[in-house]
């Protein structure tokens, strides 16, 4: 019987992984024998409801939980097998959320309804053909679902649904997932999200039902056990995410999962949470989400921080009260989860640094304080375009100011539309180099394969920044390509370009905004909301701005009022400089800066 250890021992043998896996015979033999056992026992609903009678904002969740849950007694809709694209998905995810609505309002209120109407779900999704295993996130998540359901509501089901349960989640789920380990197929020896969300809701399955399937769950839990580390190895060395802060969500958001489940049914997570950089991965999340509550959204993500329930188990698990505030802070909506593991302690920080580079990662965040949201904020990035999730944007940037987001990214385009993960990809606009917040060379993409490392970093009370050199991405086009973006007295952001060997080439920089824009030579009026930012080119002399609609040709997204803003000017054979200072309104009067070469941006390093 295939296993992940060799795998796994060869993957981090420079770095042994400080995970314990007991071997697969003993890995049940610390099972709870009773339900309610994944992620929230009775001892959590003890406590539970008393936050609830002494927290207001974990009353207002509850409140919030109850009222969608009493509007679902009255749905008439179930989930449906309903195939869009490739995908399950949107049903799976539906499933998940009114199991753990209505389980949860069960468990607080023990009124029988709120049960019997997940049941429902439950058994609309038991009589499935299949949970779409091509798709295996689907099945995945649907398996979550099951287990959620069959655990929770354990007490009420009588023994032919309890049985119709079990079947479903062994069949259609760890059945499914079952030759996935024992021919390594993909996802299992996957470093990306599709690992932790895969393995986590197969575990939960497995979990669920190991009294009665105890050596296929054995199996399951054993092989979703070391296949995990292959993911969770890409949390070192600080806990960044390379697919970007919103498939960080999802991936840590299954990674809570799968090892709260463990702990509460095993008593163990096997040493998984102490895998280098999973103890400081909210650093992440904090960083990278912004001061308008938007985050640095590179790769294919939406911008909205939305919410992230897992930052409260990470805020227990690592005893973090930093966590916890910005995730009360930063809730949009609530989920039953956020209830279970609501955590009240935390303040708005005062120590936490302004700036941080994430390395092995190659993105750097500065901002002019926390806690406010008119401050200054820059999300910049180098990194891999290979990385999964990928656009080819390596240089590309935000920026907030004023409670405005100025410089934006559109994200992510329609799954669905043809070759979008595979031949066309890099035709799509918003995909592509065109629809990024970067340097455009001859109207070229970057190189797919490109790596552009941040060669150097400065953080001090006046003056923060960066250096990515961003030269294998043009490397068809230029020698040499740098970008440094600094943020000047907490105040203002110069974005500086040093180009070398472009002779005979058209070099555009660009950014995308939502602002109205008044054109004014080699300066540009951006409008927002009542805010003004100040777009100036300080080099090289006699380049002016132009600006122009921001949407792609349908049936790419569309961006109606959104528009680019740009600079074009020649290539030349000697060292080419572009430097745009962009100011918030309040010092839209202020001198600029003297300009000086990347090379003498003193004191950074690339530590």
């Not at 939980?65 to 949107?90: F, M, Q």
């Not at 996802?187 to 999200?193: P, Q, V």
């Not at 329930?309 to 809730?331: C, G, M, S, T």
């Amino acid at each position: 019987m295939f296993t992940f250890t060799l795998l796994l021992l060869t993957a981090v043998a420079a770095d042994p992984s400080p995970a314990r896996v007991p071997a697969e015979a003993e890995i049940l033999h610390t099972l709870r024998p009773e339900h309610p056992r994944l992620i929230a026992t009775s001892d959590d609903l003890a406590r539970l409801k008393k936050l609830i009678a002494a927290e207001p904002r974990a009353a207002e969740i509850y409140r919030d939980l109850k009222s969608r849950a009493d509007k679902l007694l009255d749905a008439r809709d179930t989930v449906e097998y309903k195939i869009v694209g490739p995908r399950l998905l949107s049903q799976s995810r539906k499933c998940v959320d009114r199991v753990y609505t209505l389980a949860t309002l069960y468990r607080i209120d023990g009124d029988r309804r709120y049960a019997e109407r997940a049941l429902k779900e439950l058994t609309a999704a038991a009589a499935f053909k299949d949970w779409n295993p091509s798709h295996f996130l689907d099945t995945a998540e649907m398996t979550h679902a099951f287990a959620i359901g069959y655990d929770w509501l354990h007490d009420v089901l009588s023994p032919e649904q309890k049985q119709m349960l079990r079947r479903a989640i062994v069949e259609k789920g760890l059945r499914a997932a079952e030759p996935f380990y024992r021919e390594q197929r993909w996802w299992t020896r996957s470093r990306h999200n599709w690992n932790q969300v895969c393995n986590g809701g197969i575990t939960l399955g497995a979990l669920a039902v190991a009294e009665d399937e105890p050596q296929l769950a054995a199996y399951i839990v054993y092989q979703a056990a070391h296949s995990v580390q292959l993911a969770m190895d890409d949390f070192a060395p600080a806990g960044a995410w390379a697919e970007g802060p919103g498939y960080w969500n999802y991936a840590t958001r299954y990674n809570a999962y799968m090892l709260a489940g463990l702990e509460t049914a095993l008593g163990t997570d096997f040493g998984l949470s102490r895998f280098p950089g999973f103890s400081v991965t909210g650093d992440f999340r904090i960083h990278t989400t912004g001061p308008t509550n938007r985050l640095f959204n590179f790769a294919d993500g939406g911008d909205r921080a939305g919410q992230a329930a897992q930052v409260f188990y990470l805020a227990r698990k690592f005893d973090n009260p930093l966590y916890a505030w910005h995730e009360r802070e930063r809730i949009g909506g609530s989920s039953a989860l956020h209830l279970w593991w609501f955590d009240p302690r935390g303040e708005p920080p005062t120590d936490f640094s302004l700036d941080r580079r994430f390395p092995h990662v190659d993105v750097v965040c500065l901002r002019s304080r926390w806690n406010d949201p008119r401050a200054v904020f820059v999300g910049f990035k180098g990194g891999d375009n290979k990385v999964n999730h990928s656009h080819l944007e390596l240089g590309t940037f935000v920026l907030d100011a004023d409670g405005q987001r100025w410089v934006y990214d559109v994200g992510s385009d329609d799954y669905n539309l043809p070759g979008y993960f595979g031949s066309k990809r890099w035709t799509y606009n918003w995909l592509a180099t065109a629809g990024q917040n970067t340097l455009l060379i001859d109207g070229k993409n970057q190189d797919p394969k490109a790596v552009a490392p941040i060669a150097a970093f400065r953080s001090t009370p006046s003056w923060a920044g960066a250096v990515a050199d961003l030269s294998a991405a043009y490397a068809n086009q230029a020698k040499s390509v740098r970008r440094g973006i600094a943020l000047i007295d907490r105040r203002e952001v110069l974005v500086q370009d040093e180009l070398e060997g472009t002779a005979g080439a058209e070099i555009a920089w660009q950014v995308h905004t939502k602002a109205k824009t008044q054109l004014e030579g080699d300066r540009a009026v951006l409008r927002r909301n009542g805010e003004t930012l100040i777009a100036r080119i300080l080099s090289p002399d006699g380049a002016a701005f132009a600006a122009e609609p921001a949407s792609p040709p349908p049936p790419q997204r569309q961006q109606p009022d959104a528009s680019k803003l740009f600079v074009k000017l020649p290539g030349g054979e000697g060292l080419v400089r572009v430097a745009v200072l962009l100011t918030p309104g309040s010092h839209a009067d202020d001198d600029a800066p003297a300009l000086k070469p990347l090379d003498d941006w003193g004191g950074m390093s690339a530590r």
